[in-house]
């Protein structure tokens, strides 16, 4: 007899662009960090930004800061190997800007990020009987800020930076999806995953993650951050790139991904 999963999928979310928005916090922290360590010669554009995020390969933010760095730089002709950035200061001062000066007492950015959603949200799949927790390139000091003194959420399902390597690795989503089967006695090898996320990274993850582990279905969501959700030109040229890395569908806000809309990619993967 096949075995049949007993629920209808699982729902994994990352935290940036998703839960929170991001453009006033982490996205000003790296353009604080490329014109700092600039001498203010170049301050990246949210749309820098996010071409460079469309290679796939930046979803740590202080990688990403360096990288912007390092090419404003070779646009002078200094090659990486003349410059020796420290990453390590780079780090240090994007903390200073995200988190605030004092590690222990925040007044950074972090403070202000308005949410993306509601925790009545999350109650509708729990009541749906769909599990559901986090895979997130941020900290877990940062993701821990914003699930569970901004939500209110009990220590959720979370894989954060430091528990697996970054985006688009499929480790943390598998680990995830596990601690998530743990929790859970309706979910099987079958039951299918869904992956919801704001980045190309987001997406190749999803596509790993079927090449990791091909016995389930794996969907990958994209959702519009707000800031590329400013005028409909730009929102629609980042949703088809999100497309063009693997998104299923591509929705402007998470709350949009009820169970019936679950429901729905369920039956249209079983059809594919």
Same mark, same amino acid.
């Given at each position: 007899?096949?075995?049949?999963? *007993?629920t209808?999928?699982i729902?994994?979310?990352d935290?940036d662009?998703?839960?929170?928005d991001?453009? =006033? *916090? %982490?996205r000003?922290?790296?353009?604080?960090?490329?014109e700092?360590?600039?001498?203010?010669?170049?301050?990246?554009t949210?749309?820098?930004i996010?071409?460079l995020?469309s290679?796939?390969i930046?979803?740590?933010d202080w990688e990403? *800061?360096?990288?912007?760095?390092?090419r404003?730089?070779e !646009?002078?002709?200094?090659?990486?190997e003349?410059?020796?950035?420290d990453?390590?200061a780079?780090? !240090?001062?994007?903390? @200073?800007?995200?988190r605030?000066?004092?590690p222990?007492?925040w007044? =950074?950015y972090?403070?202000?990020?308005?949410l993306?959603?509601?925790? @009545? %949200?999350?109650?509708?799949? !729990?009541?749906?009987?769909i599990?559901w927790?986090? #895979?997130?390139?941020?900290?877990?000091?940062?993701?821990?800020y914003?699930?569970?003194?901004?939500?209110?959420?009990k220590?959720?399902?979370l894989?954060?930076m430091?528990d697996?390597? =970054?985006k688009?690795?499929? !480790? =943390?989503l598998?680990a995830?999806?596990?601690?998530?089967? *743990?929790h @859970?006695k309706?979910?099987? /090898?079958?039951t299918?995953v869904?992956?919801?996320?704001d980045?190309?990274?987001?997406m190749?993850?999803?596509? /790993?993650?079927?090449?990791?582990?091909?016995s389930?279905?794996?969907?990958?969501?994209?959702?519009?951050?707000?800031?590329v959700?400013?005028?409909?030109?730009?929102?629609?040229?980042?949703?088809?790139t999100?497309?063009?890395?693997?998104?299923?569908i591509?929705?402007?806000n998470?709350?949009?991904? @009820?169970p019936l809309k679950?429901?729905?990619?369920?039956?249209?993967?079983? #059809?594919?």
């Amino acid at each position: 007899m096949t075995e049949q999963p *007993s629920t209808k999928a699982i729902v994994v979310f990352d935290i940036d662009g998703v839960v929170r928005d991001v453009g =006033g *916090s %982490y996205r000003r922290a790296i353009a604080d960090t490329v014109e700092h360590f600039t001498a203010a010669a170049y301050r990246p554009t949210p749309l820098d930004i996010d071409q460079l995020k469309s290679e796939g390969i930046w979803n740590n933010d202080w990688e990403a *800061s360096q990288e912007l760095i390092y090419r404003y730089f070779e !646009t002078l002709c200094y090659s990486r190997e003349q410059l020796q950035l420290d990453y390590n200061a780079i780090v !240090t001062f994007f903390q @200073s800007r995200y988190r605030g000066p004092d590690p222990d007492d925040w007044t =950074g950015y972090i403070c202000n990020e308005p949410l993306l959603l509601q925790p @009545s %949200y999350l109650e509708e799949l !729990t009541k749906a009987e769909i599990p559901w927790g986090f #895979f997130s390139g941020a900290t877990r000091a940062s993701a821990t800020y914003v699930l569970e003194k901004r939500l209110g959420l009990k220590p959720p399902v979370l894989i954060a930076m430091e528990d697996a390597p =970054g985006k688009p690795d499929p !480790t =943390g989503l598998f680990a995830t999806v596990r601690l998530l089967d *743990s929790h @859970s006695k309706n979910i099987n /090898k079958l039951t299918a995953v869904v992956y919801v996320g704001d980045t190309v990274a987001d997406m190749h993850t999803v596509k /790993k993650a079927r090449l990791g582990e091909p016995s389930r279905a794996w969907i990958g969501v994209g959702i519009l951050p707000p800031h590329v959700q400013e005028t409909a030109a730009r929102g629609d040229a980042y949703a088809e790139t999100l497309l063009a890395a693997g998104a299923s569908i591509v929705l402007s806000n998470v709350e949009q991904l @009820s169970p019936l809309k679950i429901q729905e990619l369920l039956n249209e993967t079983a #059809f594919e």
